[in-house]
């Protein structure tokens, strides 16, 4: 039967304490007080679903035993409206160019529904799906989601064996209950009155589960974990009393850690309660949004890993409101002169090196064993000149060390200094790079970097966003 394979997950470097947006509106919404407590994570400036699906992926992928065929990426707020999102993740992944990408949207149980879409395909050509749940979402000022909600990212690799976790039982409800919607030309989404959201949703989620469980006959008392993907205090032992599964089995929520993940919530819990379930036990997932989805899984007892809890300890606590509404967009900043510059697109240099920009290949003489980026057909070998012996070097899961670096407080970033300098890769290789997610007290000559997937630049006239990677100091030296 078809399962869970393995699991990863990102969450943004920065969390932005709910107490510091509170303070700074406080004087036109002073109701916001009661959501007030803990952080949620904020993605960085060259960040967003793309880039957060990579680096989700990446931690999936790292132990995966069991090779991609199909790649599902589930959003409500994609960076392209057309342009497969998907297909750039697959890029730079470095997947072969037969695997099968797919984008999934349009509701806050996109996750789940991918999810089950995996199950299906997995099970009927014995195909490994990877899906990925990825949001940044944006929220209005002074609003209860601008609180609550929180930028992250899970991954799931689905293949055709039980794994650490198998499938024995789903239930799909499709009701146009608009909790959430978001016209196409809207950057912020609404909502309708939370009670009767809560209500009406609270019974469709309830006859969903019940109709989950019979179908794979498993009684209500015998769920482990209770994974409620919907936004709300209390929502989950809201529907465990009223289905009769235990109360001490509702997962947490990693409200007051992350905030409220949209589509891909769903699948961040799960990660997160799959790293410490033990074998026979029983989780009940549930994601909501215009109906509800439920799987219900058994965990083995194969090896498991525990990247959620890895991604939550990699944190920066951040008080700057400000800088906040900048990255998100809804602070215009007077940016000045030096951020005056053409960004328009070469799309066909882009195609033919796409290899090198999206998936940072470089090459590797097969005499010599030089390293080089980016890739030349003639060695860098000193006294060889070899033409011809280059094979592909994928350079992204490279460790690497900073040779020289500068923090730059003259050229535009929108996240100054600039911090950029010479690498060199464990195993050869060196390369200029940008760095990001870091400061003065983590950047140092010698200093241990990871690669990472970045926004390099948008155009802001065709709104054409450029990827490349960036290092990021490793974890541990934030």
């Not at 959501?35 to 999936?60: H, Y």
């Not at 349009?106 to 014995?126: D, V």
């Amino acid at each position: 039967m078809a399962g869970i394979a393995a699991i990863g997950a990102y969450i943004p470097l920065l969390r932005l304490q709910r107490s510091a947006v509170f303070e700074a509106n406080r004087w036109f919404a002073p109701g916001l007080k009661g959501l007030a407590k803990g952080e949620r994570a904020i993605a960085n400036w060259d960040e967003d679903v793309v880039t957060m699906a990579v680096e989700a992926a990446r931690s999936c992928l790292q132990a995966a035993p069991v090779a991609t065929g199909d790649l599902i990426l589930a959003s409500t707020s994609f960076p392209y409206a057309d342009r497969q999102n998907a297909g750039i993740v697959k890029e730079a992944l470095n997947l072969g160019d037969d695997t099968g990408t797919l984008d999934v949207g349009m509701s806050q149980k996109a996750g789940t529904g991918a999810l089950l879409q995996a199950f299906a395909t997995a099970t009927a050509s014995e195909k490994a799906v990877l899906v990925i749940g990825s949001e940044r979402r944006r929220a209005r000022p002074a609003s209860e989601d601008e609180l609550t909600n929180g930028d992250a990212a899970a991954a799931l690799l689905v293949g055709p064996e039980d794994g650490i976790a198998r499938l024995i039982g789903s239930f799909s409800l499709s009701v146009d209950l608009v909790d959430h919607f978001r016209g196409e030309n809207d950057a912020y989404g609404q909502g309708w009155e939370a009670r009767w959201v809560r209500d009406e949703g609270l019974a469709l989620t309830v006859k969903a589960i019940r109709s989950a469980l019979e179908r794979a006959g498993i009684q209500a008392d015998a769920v482990s974990k209770l994974i409620v993907g919907m936004p709300g205090r209390g929502v989950g032992i809201s529907i465990a009393k009223a289905v009769g599964v235990p109360v001490a089995s509702v997962a947490d929520d990693l409200s007051l850690s992350v905030g409220h993940a949209g589509s891909a919530h769903p699948l961040l819990l799960l990660a997160h309660a799959l790293e410490d379930a033990r074998a026979g036990e029983v989780l009940l997932v549930v994601g909501f949004g215009q109906g509800v989805d439920v799987l219900v899984l058994e965990a083995t007892d194969a090896a498991r890993r525990k990247p959620v809890s890895e991604a939550l300890a990699r944190a920066r606590t951040d008080t700057n409101y400000l800088k906040y509404l900048t990255f998100t967009g809804a602070l215009k900043l007077e940016l000045g002169k030096r951020a005056d510059f053409e960004q328009k697109p070469v799309l066909t240099a882009l195609y033919r090196n796409r290899k090198t920009v999206l998936g940072l290949v470089g090459s590797r003489c097969t005499e010599t064993g030089a390293v080089q980026f980016p890739r030349s057909e003639i060695s860098v070998s000193q006294g060889v000149g070899r033409r011809g012996t280059q094979e592909d070097y994928p350079l992204s899961d490279k460790a690497a060390r900073i040779m020289t670096f500068t923090a730059d407080s003259l050229t535009y970033t929108p996240d100054p200094p600039n911090f950029y300098g010479m690498i060199e890769f464990e195993g050869g290789g060196r390369m200029w790079s940008e760095f990001t997610d870091c400061d003065a007290h983590t950047v140092s000559v010698g200093a241990t970097m990871q690669m990472m997937f970045r926004i390099k630049a948008a155009d802001e006239r065709s709104g054409f966003v450029k990827y490349f990677w960036k290092a990021v100091p490793t974890a541990g030296s934030n």
